[in-house]
DNA sequence: GCCTAATCATTAGCCGTCAATCGATTCCGG
DNA sequence: CCGGAATCGATTGACGGCTAATGATTAGGC
């Protein structure tokens, strides 16, 4: 019956698996680019800053971090004034990526909204933008 | 830059939030409610011809009817005749759910498009249908 | 100046998702 | 009737996300 909630999830998951499959080809996966971009926007924040920017929670971006240390994108290092505070700072294989992804995702979004006019677009985001407004004061109210 | 693509993961992830705490009010998880849907439309299926229902695959839905199965939501049983198949019951637990939480589903439905007129919303399911459809024919071309 | 409270990262454990692999069973060609 | 191919569920291991609990460190009140 709620056909919106339904449609919005299909289309989650297909844009998912699309934007799964470009990251891919850059060796990274799904959710690593979001903290990239946090760090190419500006770089040396802390897991707590970074995950209010995604709005995800700090544990993720802990995570997260820890794969890509890993995989040698970041290096973590203590702030020196602040012992509590650790730094996340992009190595150079991490600012490498910058210019081939975000290509990579400019082409990806210009793809799925190519069958969309102009005035389309519009609506489209107009609409999602409110719903994103209405559903983000409706969280925790619910409670 | 890519704005929709931003937009729309945003209005994903609170999405995803409000029907993990409507359906946590009914003693479900959030990809629950999908699973017990395909089978209170046709009950006694197997986890491929769920999976297919849902978009998702195989082991999403093994993992998930494990789970179910435990808190008693359901239950397994192998086909009489070809036994290579498992077959998903409904206990009457998961049956007794099927009344609260879609009306639960339907509510959030209606909460989080409330501040858009008919035509907005109209627009917004036109346009979603159709990067979902032009989504759906990229994937996999790209590989 | 000390002790409590607040702040921050990390760990642990869960759910949902996927790709890849394994094992069992049925089906079909000869 | 028999053996290989196809089919299908189960398993494994990884990632992204959350909540709750732990631990370290700084900041503030008295």
Redesign the pocket.
Known sequence: MPEFLDLH?RTT?VL??LA?EAMRANG?????H??LAALWRQDGR????V?AK???????????????T??GLLV?RRDD???????LWLTDAGRALQEPVETARRDLEQQVTADLTEAELACLMDALAKVARTAEGLLGSGS
């Open positions: 999830s998951k998912r698996a799964d990274l996966h799904y959710g690593q979001h903290l802390t897991p707590g800053e995950a995604l709005h995800v929670t700090t544990p993720t971006v802990v995570k997260m971090a820890d794969r890509m890993t995989s973590r004034r602040d012992n509590r505070l650790v730094r």
